[in-house]
């Protein structure tokens, strides 16, 4: 018998990516897509699992209390996986309102929803047992933790004190923060993940790697904020998405999952590789005043996913970025025609 997941904003970067690996991969499940279809979320990114029995797609907000219980009520929901996110920093320091209402307000929906279905004893509030192989899986990121020296070697560990510095950072530590009261208060069975920077195909042009193939592609210019010397620890989504179904199926209750590849790049880095790779010249980079805010940099500790669920990255960041830069290129040129 299918398991059936509910994954939201499945229809976006990450969530696309993770929905259309399972269903390559498994045909013990049945996927359940809610997504807005906001301004970052793409049915083209799943055209491959278009018409897939094992595959329903709801076009909803997670905020819709009415439409999520109805989703818990119509389908037996064993697992949610909340991608759902407002999920952009600049976005969110020109209007932070939408980031606290979907990525905090939203999450808590969710949550409510899954501790009505999945309780035993629905109407005994002190109640914690709850119906077996249930799990909620919170996607968080490393930005709740706020910012590393530069010249310094550390890195983000789960016990790490939150100190989130922009309105998106805040909004995401706030429902990691509700998805962990879920869990002490209330006994539900939840995980949360905390990754570092995504890169790979399908991610919408307003992130660095994409925005920076785009515009070179185009000839423009190439605008990099500050020096360029702020720092992240790059992953590819593929091994995001292979960490976040392991802590779904193996992740222990109440649990914090660190998930990084150890591939610490400055952003200026990044961005030369990328004119190599379209054969641009770096006179097409332009230094812009710095975002308020904007932290110098990330870096994840995984060693506690890696030895207590055996993951591990399986993908080399230089073939992979030139992979990815090679994905941009080809859909500019099927675009094109």
Not at 84 to 109: M, W, Y
Not at 138 to 155: C, F, H, M, N, P
Not at 245 to 268: D, F, M, R, T, W
Request: with cysteine.
């Amino acid at each position: 018998m299918k398991k059936t997941w509910l994954v939201t904003g499945g229809a976006g970067f990450i969530g696309s990516n993770f929905i259309c690996g399972l269903l390559k991969k498994r045909n013990d499940l049945h996927i359940i897509n809610l997504d807005a279809l906001t301004y970052a979320g793409n049915l083209e990114n799943l055209r491959e699992v278009e018409g897939c029995k094992s595959y329903t797609f709801i076009k909803g907000d997670i905020c819709d209390r009415d439409l999520v219980s109805k989703i818990f009520k119509e389908y037996d929901i064993d697992t949610v996986i909340n991608f759902a996110a407002e999920s952009h920093v600049d976005r969110s320091i020109d209007g932070p309102a939408v980031f606290l209402k979907t990525n905090t307000e939203g999450t808590q929906v969710l949550l409510d929803a899954a501790l009505r279905a999945w309780k035993k004893h629905p109407d005994d509030k002190y109640s914690k047992d709850f119906l077996p192989g249930k799990k909620f899986v919170q996607i968080s990121t490393d930005e709740v933790y706020g910012a590393l020296r530069d010249d310094s070697k550390d890195k983000f560990e789960e016990n790490t004190p939150l100190a989130p510095n922009s309105p998106y950072s805040a909004s995401k530590a706030s429902a990691d923060m509700m998805a962990r009261a879920y869990f002490v208060t209330f006994g539900l069975p939840v995980n949360i993940t905390r990754c570092t920077n995504n890169y790979g195909p399908k991610q919408y042009p307003e992130k660095l790697i994409p925005l920076m193939v785009k515009t070179a592609l185009a000839g423009g210019k190439l605008p990099v904020y500050g020096d360029g010397l702020n720092v992240r620890d790059w992953i590819h989504v593929s091994d995001h998405c292979a960490a976040i179904e392991l802590v779904a199926e193996k992740g222990v209750p109440g649990e914090i999952y660190n998930i990084g590849s150890n591939n610490e790049h400055a952003n200026i880095e990044i961005v030369k590789d990328i004119l190599s790779r379209t054969g641009r010249p770096e006179s097409l980079i332009e230094y812009v005043k710095d975002r308020p805010g904007h932290d110098r940099r990330y870096a994840i500790d995984s060693s506690k996913i890696r030895r207590e669920l055996g993951w591990s990255p399986a993908v080399d960041f230089k073939r992979g970025l030139a992979d990815t830069i090679d994905w941009y290129i080809s859909e500019e040129k099927r675009n094109v025609q």
